[in-house]
């Protein structure tokens, strides 16, 4: 049994970034993280153990004098807030492809604002997910937030249009929303639409296709919270439908473990949330077959 692990799979540089930044900052002392650090729960542990404390905007608004790290994900304007007014040093790790999203939505809200427009900001994005609460936040929690085309419903084509998207969605899905707008916007309206997908982690998609194609069987390894994951994992299964998501080595079951026995090949890929050690103790755990 040849064991094979995708080269383009694990951290993208946002999330690499962000865990180097926390290494070095634990070395100085008592450092917090708002929110989880990356959507993969062995990698917070790992964290964890080395003194990594992780805290909710509840324990923000209590906590005064220390250190705060913020994740790739970015932060809403509340945040910094509420650091400055608690004496919060703030640790920035927030992605750059990020920022530059939030930049381009609050100068966007800015306009409409000093303009008086009834323009209407919309994102494309999961709901609830942390760099879209801090790219609502832009707008003061203003924006329409759409997690599926079919959703578009909610925007009122009789008003000016701005479509943002978050940084890990769907190419495809993005291009499907700006023709459905476009199909019923009228001409005296504004439609401007902007591509703010981060292409290291769109372009993952076709390669992670090619790999899986290539594999007898293929283990997708990916936190059970991370959406990047979820999205990546049913492209591998598309792909390859001898596909099977672990979290873990530990879920490398005896039916699973049998499966792969049988077989020449198995790959072994990951999302942009999945630690290359983790995919390396599932490989492990294969070849000690």
Not at 148 to 163: G, N, S
Not at 250 to 277: F, H, M, R, Y
Request: overall charge neutral.
């Amino acid at each position: 049994m040849q064991v094979t692990i995708d080269s383009g799979s694990g951290f993208c540089f946002g999330v690499t970034t962000a865990i180097k930044k926390a290494e070095e900052e634990l070395q100085k002392g008592v450092l917090y993280c708002l929110g989880d650090i990356v959507h993969n729960g062995q990698e917070v542990q790992r964290l964890a153990d080395m003194g990594l404390e992780t805290i909710d905007y509840d324990d923000l608004r209590t906590l005064h004098n220390a250190r705060v790290l913020l994740r790739a994900h970015g932060e809403p304007p509340s945040t910094y807030h509420i650091a400055q007014q608690n004496d919060i040093q703030i640790i920035d790790a927030s992605c750059p492809v990020v920022l530059r999203l939030q930049k381009k939505i609050r100068d966007t809200y800015r306009h409409i604002r000093e303009t008086g427009s009834q323009a209407q900001i919309v994102i494309f994005g999961q709901r609830g997910h942390a760099e879209v609460i801090g790219l609502e936040g832009q707008t003061n929690n203003t924006a329409i937030v759409i997690e599926r085309p079919e959703e578009a419903q909610k925007i009122d084509f009789q008003r000016d249009i701005y479509l943002f998207s978050q940084t890990t969605k769907s190419v495809d899905e993005f291009r499907n929303l700006v023709s459905y707008i476009q199909n019923r916007c009228s001409e005296s309206i504004q439609f401007q639409w902007y591509d703010t997908i981060c292409r290291n982690v769109a372009n993952r998609v076709e390669r992670l296709k090619d790999f899986a194609r290539q594999q007898d069987r293929v283990i997708f390894v990916g936190g059970k919270k991370s959406s990047n994951a979820k999205v990546l994992f049913q492209h591998c299964q598309e792909a390859n439908p001898r596909t099977v998501f672990v979290s873990s080595e530990k879920e490398l079951t005896n039916d699973i473990l049998a499966d792969c026995q049988k077989v020449d090949k198995v790959g072994i890929c990951g999302a942009t949330s999945t630690p290359l050690w983790l995919m390396e103790k599932c490989k492990e755990k294969l070849l000690n077959l």
